[in-house]
């Protein structure tokens, strides 16, 4: 009877430690699939940028020409620095920028704001958001915090529309 039961125990044990691994990989494998993405999101939003600047076009003169003066920029990584150089190198003001890394970003000449402190009185009129994979989870949390009349575009879209 021992033995028997040490078989099924063995057997039990082998089984949930097999379904385990197999929920761990799983979630590693959604993980690894998820950043495969957003990084092929950014080699083509890259590519569509470069593909503008060599038809010497560029963000900063679509942006003018749509009216807008007062700049925000909602995500500070790779793709919202160089949009941040552009435009400043473009002549336009950037107000601020929003990451929710505010607090270990350090770019010279921006005043950066972490998502909880957005208010109503932060005095832009349209934000681009450069954070490609959440943009309608951003544009909500903006759009609930800030007056209306601010236009919230995504990179994506104006490289897209250039």
Not at 84 to 111: M, Q
Request: glycine content about 6%; overall charge positive.
């Amino acid at each position: 009877m021992n033995i028997s039961f040490s078989i099924v125990s063995l057997i039990i044990g082998v089984l949930i430690g097999c379904l385990y691994m197999k929920k761990i990989l799983i979630n590693r494998i959604v993980f690894w699939k998820q950043m495969s993405d957003k990084h092929l999101l950014l080699f083509e939003l890259s590519n569509k940028w470069i593909e503008i600047h060599q038809k010497n076009k560029n963000i900063s003169e679509y942006i003018r020409n749509m009216g807008y003066c007062q700049i925000g920029i909602y995500g500070l990584s790779y793709l919202g620095q160089r949009l941040f150089e552009e435009l400043t190198d473009g002549g336009l003001e950037v107000v601020c920028g929003f990451d929710r890394r505010a607090d270990s970003i350090n770019i010279p000449g921006l005043s950066i704001i972490s998502p909880d402190n957005i208010h109503k009185n932060i005095d832009v009129n349209i934000i681009i958001v450069t954070s490609i994979m959440q943009y309608e989870k951003i544009r909500n949390i903006i759009s609930d915090r800030m007056n209306k009349r601010v236009k919230i575009i995504s990179l994506e879209s104006i490289l897209y529309n250039i």
